[in-house]
């Protein structure tokens, strides 16, 4: 079994996509479309903004989306029997099983993305990542640190078995990440995010997108999706929905994620992102698997060196 995989929010970087955009001209059709819904040129901001602005939520989460569903959508031989995204990438799976349109997830995205930097703006939030210690560990820790603090921090991601993403107030994250290091983490760093993702910073913006996830039409997805909130397998459209409501208060289950796909027997995987994120991931997780970028696939690159237009 074959399992595409997209990254959330953090893989972002200048210039993704432009060899699509530049040398394909179905994936062109793709972005141009994209630009006209959302009414102004997002893949300016893309390919020739600088770091600064595309680290803005509100651009951050539609570009990462756009270029990693249209990387997807333009691979016609790729047919997977799963799919799975971390946070964010969840609905551009849900675009590329068939449960949404690509149209309804780019809005999805934008409002949650809206949503999202509200919160932001209100509450001096960010994330920290740690490795190199237990869950059971920093779970402890955490909250020692909080209720000593006073500032909120929770689990925002676990990554695997050592790494996982911790989210709350500033201040909060700063405290814990200096504890961690001191106390034997290989890593624990503040990230370059602004926003408590995945706690419950985001109460408000999960229900406003709430409602409009239940306003949105999903259909009986073609695959399997492994969803954030509870690492496990659904094709059942309203479970879908409730659980994609739920993951922006939630933290992201990829570890179980992993376990439900390995036991699936998911054999190869393809991230469909910038980066190598999750690809390290899935090795370090699942070192038998066979784990590729779909834009590292010959058919890709040779799309790209042959300057092919249809």
């Not at 970087?13 to 432009?18: H, S």
């Not at 094709?235 to 739920?246: Q, S």
Request: aromatic share 8%.
């Amino acid at each position: 079994m074959k399992a595409i995989i997209f990254p959330g929010q953090g893989v972002q970087r200048q210039g993704m996509g432009k060899d699509l955009y530049d040398h394909f001209i179905k994936a062109r059709e793709f972005f141009e479309y994209a630009n006209e819904l959302l009414g102004w040129r997002i893949t300016d901001v893309m390919f020739e903004a600088d770091e600064l602005e595309l680290l803005e939520t509100k651009n951050t989460q539609p570009a990462v989306f756009i270029y990693s569903t249209i990387l997807a959508l333009t691979q016609n031989d790729l047919k997977p029997d799963v799919v799975a995204g971390h946070s964010l990438g969840e609905f551009s799976a849900l675009v590329v099983n068939g449960a949404l349109s690509f149209e309804d997830g780019l809005n999805l995205v934008l409002n949650r993305a809206f949503m999202a930097q509200k919160v932001c703006e209100k509450h001096p939030t960010g994330m920290g990542a740690i490795i190199g210690l237990t869950d059971d560990y920093i779970a402890k820790r955490i909250e020692e640190i909080s209720q000593e603090s006073r500032e909120p921090i929770y689990f925002a991601n676990y990554n695997g078995p050592g790494q996982v993403v911790i989210t709350g107030s500033k201040k909060g994250i700063r405290l814990a990440c200096k504890a961690f290091k001191a106390e034997g983490a290989k890593r624990a760093v503040p990230l370059s995010i602004s926003g408590s993702f995945h706690s419950p910073y985001m109460e408000e913006a999960g229900i406003e997108l709430g409602e409009l996830i239940q306003q949105t039409h999903f259909n009986t997805p073609l695959c399997p999706i492994v969803q954030c909130v509870d690492g496990k397998a659904y094709t059942d459209v309203e479970t879908i929905k409730t659980n994609l409501v739920r993951h922006i208060t939630h933290p992201v289950q990829w570890t179980a994620m992993m376990s439900t796909m390995d036991s699936m027997g998911v054999k190869t995987y393809y991230e469909a992102g910038p980066d190598d994120t999750l690809q390290k991931i899935v090795k370090r997780m699942v070192p038998e698997s066979t784990v590729l970028a779909l834009a590292d696939l010959p058919e890709y690159r040779n799309l790209i060196t042959n300057f092919k237009t249809n």
